[in-house]
């Protein structure tokens, strides 16, 4: 009989519905199995609807429909409850949906509260529900593998921290940290004005410090913008119903954009009811502005909000403003000096003293496809001080541009030089080789490749207006990158000045000498101000450093090789290097006997997993144990600690597999067993362990419960760890011992 009814019913069901209104013609949606669409319009359609295993889709939409729990179908492929008067939300009967979710703008709606979905494998669209306050009936979802939108539910989501996972979005975080659904599914946008739109943000009580983001779609939002305090994280403006009198309201009610503020597509003329009254902390991106001024019988977009403005925090964007012109100098973007991320102009006009002021790029340059000729506005030539590119710089499908005036001061490109499709208008002739008092032709480029302006490994790719690439009449090969040796406070002021005029420069080696201690730690801070990067050995010997953050961390240079630091007295700090997992060459801390290395797990020296040269570390008299190599495998070199005195233990928690060259521990007075060393699996070297432990009663010749003894090695040399020819020294307590005897 279970059977009977397991086959037959949904065919008895079909056959029921074919009279019901609410049943449409059958067809099966290829994403998912089943059969059946129907639309529910009443409340009487839904309370008629029959039980069946399985449904196609499922559209419910009416405002007379307040209850759907009756609704039983176990599986539906897509599920619509769109535009009703429920209340509560309430559907115990269906436990998985194939492709769709989606519950939106229904007026009524408070809460989806018994919910009976166990599994979704599309999307959920929660949107529009002005009312809604409780999604907690999503707490039963065990598995989704599609994308969750909550996008316009304006009474839901305010974020508090310490509350239940009942509470608000709560249940997405309880879902996200219960592996039940990937955080970058989640898309949250223009609900409650102080819900996070960052997922990883809930239940923080606001984004940084009680601050929100915001996004305004029009004019009336604006209008209704009520933020919690003056200042906002990041301010998205978008669609064509925001106009200057939105943007005037905006400005009414912040005082600072703290990160990003967007304009994408507003219906804007000027940029005066905004800038210039609203602090923009951030980057700054205006996008597809069609509109524009006839002031004058002119079309133009007014930039003259940013005449004040001498420096852009962040990014710089300006793409698709068709009727964007920029006035002389001292008004619109001309008195900007500093942009401290990327640079674009793309699909924009732009003349000669656009950014008359601007000395510095911190990232990429970008001026690409601005060949629109309104009012006077097509780009041409720039004039600039521009002196620092920090990415790289790129000149595009401008096709009036036929020089590179503007750019005879740079310095320093850090990146890519990409110059095409320039002038390629007729009445323009492209950009020339040879500079006239006119044209600044391409043996700019030349120079910047002979002068070191480009660094060494950029690809340089230049074009002719018709395609044809540009043979550069004297390129030579990359060479070296230069070495430093600073042997002095003098010296170290004149590489790297603290004015704010150094240039950031890749090095090969790197070598700071202070045997008089005159370096302070500041003076020592303004290095990172000169150098990106370290390809080789960063050394510092005979300095009263005191900290390594002074280098690696807050815009510090990184180092691809070896880390010196010997006779160094004062350091202590090695937090500078938390972020560190392999070192390129050797890690030597010699005669520094102030550092501290067991600061905990990623801290100090704790995160590094290899070193490619030798690791030695001598005369420390600070505690180094547990973490000091918490992470370290592999040692390319020599494995030396000697010296060290102070309240040295073990290392305990260190796994290391591999040591290339010899493994040297001698003469450490509290260092008395040999943890750390049990996962070896190769020594390429000698070993050396002596006069360890002479505080301590020395190193057990057994291995105790909490002290591993040389027996270890023992066993090591039986397992074949050691190279053949390897030389074995090996003491305690006055006591000499053979490898083959342990």
Not at 483 to 501: M, N, V, W
Not at 628 to 646: A, E, P, Q, R
Request: proline share 3%; charged share 20%.
């Amino acid at each position: 009989m279970k059977l009977f009814h397991r086959y037959l019913l949904p065919a008895a069901l079909l056959f029921c519905c074919a009279g019901l209104a609410a049943c449409s013609e059958d067809k099966t949606d290829p994403a998912n199995p089943y059969s059946g669409n129907y639309t529910l319009a009443s409340q009487a359609e839904v309370d008629a609807f029959p039980a069946r295993r399985t449904a196609n889709s499922i559209t419910v939409t009416g405002t007379d429909i307040t209850d759907i729990s009756s609704l039983d179908v176990a599986a539906v492929g897509m599920l619509v409850i769109r535009n009703t008067g429920i209340g509560t939300l309430a559907l115990p009967n269906t436990t998985s949906v194939a492709t769709r979710l989606e519950i939106s703008g229904n007026e009524s709606l408070t809460a989806v509260g018994d919910l009976g979905v166990k599994f979704v494998i599309g999307d959920i669209y929660i949107e529009d529900n002005p009312q809604l306050t409780d999604i907690s009936g999503m707490l039963g979802i065990k598995k989704m593998t599609g994308k969750l939108y909550v996008t316009g539910n304006s009474s839901l989501g305010e974020d508090k921290p310490d509350e239940p996972d009942s509470y608000g979005f709560n249940v997405i975080k309880y879902l996200i940290s219960n592996s039940v659904l990937d955080l970058d599914n989640v898309i949250l946008s223009n609900n409650h004005p102080l819900a996070v739109n960052d997922p990883s943000l809930i239940g923080q009580g606001g984004e940084s410090g009680g601050v929100y983001s915001y996004t305004i779609k029009s004019d009336a939002e604006a209008a209704a913008f009520s933020p919690g305090g003056k200042e906002v994280k990041n301010l998205t403006v978008t669609g064509p119903n925001v106009s200057d009198d939105g943007m005037a309201l905006l400005a009414s009610k912040i005082s600072v954009v703290q990160g990003t503020l967007t304009i994408d597509g507003a219906s804007l003329k000027t940029t005066e009811t905004f800038f210039g009254k609203v602090d923009c902390q951030g980057s700054i991106v205006l996008r597809n502005i069609t509109t524009y001024d006839e002031g004058g019988g002119n079309k133009f977009f007014n930039t003259n909000g940013f005449k004040n403005i001498t420096r852009i925090y962040g990014d710089f964007i300006l793409e698709n403003i068709p009727y964007l012109i920029h006035w002389g100098r001292g008004n619109g973007f001309a008195q900007i000096t500093e942009i401290d991320g990327d640079f674009t102009v793309r699909s924009c006009g732009m003349q000669q003293m656009a950014f008359a002021s601007l000395n510095k790029v911190g990232g990429d340059m970008t001026l690409a496809d601005n060949s629109i000729e309104i009012y006077t506005g097509f780009f041409w030539n720039l004039s600039t001080d521009l002196r620092h590119v920090g990415g790289s710089l790129t000149l595009t499908g401008n096709d009036h541009q036929n020089g590179l005036g503007g750019f005879e001061k740079v310095e320093y490109i850090g990146g890519d030089i990409t110059i095409t499709g320039n002038g390629t208008d007729p009445g323009a002739g492209g950009i020339p080789y040879v500079s006239t008092a006119g044209q600044v032709g391409f043996d700019l480029v030349e120079g910047w490749i002979t002068g070191g302006v480009v660094q060494p490994g950029a690809t340089v790719d230049c074009r002719y207006a018709d395609g044809t690439p540009v043979e550069f009449s004297e390129i030579p090969q990359p060479g070296e990158y230069k070495s430093y040796t600073i042997t002095g406070r003098d010296e170290l002021l004149a590489f790297a000045p603290q004015d704010g005029s150094a240039v950031k420069e890749t090095v090969q080696d790197l070598t700071i000498v202070d045997t008089g201690n005159t370096m302070s730690d500041n003076d020592l801070s303004f290095v990172k101000t000169r150098v990106e990067k370290v390809v080789g050995t960063l050394t510092l010997e005979g300095s009263n450093l005191t900290s390594t953050e002074l280098f690696f961390l807050n815009g510090g240079f990184t180092v691809e090789g070896g880390i010196v630091f010997r006779n160094c007295a004062e350091l202590f700090n090695l937090n500078g290097m938390k972020d560190m997992t392999a070192i390129g060459g050797d890690l030597i801390f010699e005669n520094c006997p102030k550092i501290a290395t067991e600061w905990g797990v990623g801290n100090c020296l704790s995160q590094i997993v290899s070193v490619a040269g030798s690791v030695k570390l001598t005369g420390v008299m600070t505690a180094m144990r547990g973490v000091t190599f918490n992470s370290l495998k592999s040692v390319g070199g020599d494995f030396i600690v000697t010296g060290c005195n102070g309240n040295f233990w073990n290392f305990d928690v260190m796994k290391l597999e591999t040591i290339g060259g010899s493994l040297v521990l001698s003469d450490n007075a509290r260092f008395n067993g040999l943890g750390g060393f049990e996962a070896l699996e190769s020594v390429g070297g000698d070993l050396t362990v002596t006069g360890n432990g002479t505080s301590e009663g020395g190193i057990p010749v057994v291995s105790t419960s909490n002290k591993v003894g040389l027996d270890l090695l023992g066993k090591l040399y039986r397992d074949g760890v050691f190279a053949d020819g390897a030389v074995f020294t090996i003491e305690s307590g006055g006591v000499t011992y053979k490898i083959d005897e342990l």
